[in-house]
């Protein structure tokens, strides 16, 4: 599903990751870990095809990222759920409309957008919060409707980019049990993050990297 | 489906950036003004330089010996060629009631004979009122039977045509100077009320959008902030006028509800430029976005 061919990513301020070789499948959980600028978001990016590899390939369902139109990227991207750090919801409406933003982007009907929604919400524990705006909720509420606006397409892939950086340790908790809820359910999940007790936790596959490069990888 | 997430993005979209767009609408309106006054008042410059210029371009006097029917073959002569809007003829006794009333007068009693020709005076159409043209038929004209003189007011002629060109082409680079600021002025608004979306557009990116699902709400809104500027200038023309009418002003020749493809054409430059540059504002914006 995912494949990193020897790639390289440099910024002009020097080199980000560098010769990364692995391949990730359907039906995994992964680890991302490194303390911060080891480049474990730069992978992410790479993935989402928000960055592209200097050297070497990126593919993503077998497209290759650097030859990718933004038209394909786009399709990619609706086939990938992504939890940012900083959330990026939308603040100027409310949190239904920013989980249903995807699925009318496709182009699906109001109906089936809304059954759609009022589920998700429900399996989340969100729906009582559907109508506030995104900054009227606490941080831990905030990451699950951006769970929620990730999950809405049942993407393939779900990228989680230190989802709990801002969190106290209960919305952790129930960050990471729904990240492994929803793998369970067949999503491929990508978890980012510096912090060694989940790997505790919850055992997977871990890529460890340093300054950039893969010093281990538990496949 | 799609369509109707482009409509209710756009109109929320408007909603959400009520500021921005209200901004945008009004640089867009002054743009659209400034261009319209300017139509308006080239159109209504030239008007009153025509009104100006003599009522005919040329007299042809006749020899006092001339019979009807050299007078009814010359008549002929002339409206058989192309481009006469118009032809005079004036007696003997019309030349007199003429010198009469310009000097007070009365030719026939300071002399026993009328001695002032009659003539035929010709007007031309504006296509065919040039130096080459009418010299030709000066040149039909001088060696017809009968006919004793042309007079041409060319000096007169010259001089209007010159100030007609001088002002077609001050005119020209004017409005051209307008146009040409009216885009930079909108294109930079444009850009301001696209970047305070910036974050909506690097999230629809980010959730798989294609470019046109991200640039189509805003073509719809470009072309409806457009519209507004343009309809609200046309508006703001028409009140002009209608102020200037009523307080005695001045009555203006050439208005614009006479002219409905000036207001056609604002309105379509406003549609166009508003839509074009907010898509512009958004295709390079893209271009810094996931």
Redesign the interface.
Known sequence: MINFKKATLRYDSGISVRNLDFSIEGDEFVYIYGPSGSGKSSILKMIYMDLFPNEGEVLVFDQNSSSAKRREIARVRQQVGMVFEGFKLLADRDNYCNIALPLEIQGMKADDVHSRVVRLADDLGIRSRLHHFPQELSGGEQQRIALARAMITSPKILLADEPTAHLDSKASTDIMEWLWKIHQKGTCVIFATHKEHFLKQEPARTISLIAGEIVADSA | ??L??IIREGV?GIR?ARMPFMISVFSVMIALLMVGIGILAVDNGLQYIGNFQADYDLEIFLENGATLGDKQEISDIITGNPGIIRMDYLSKEDAAALYNAEFGEDVLSLLDDNPLPSSFRVTFDDEHRNGSYIQLFINTMEMTRSVDEVIFKKDLFERIQGILKSIYIAAAAALFSIILSTVFLTANNLRLMILSRY??I??????????F?VKAPFFLEGGLLGFLGAALATLCIFGLETALAYFNIIDLPVRIVNHPEVIVGLLIFGISLASLGVLKAVRRMLRFV?
């Open positions: 489906m799609k109707n997430y929320i959400r974050e909506f690097e999230a629809v990116r980010l959730l798989g959008a294609s470019d699902m996931a």
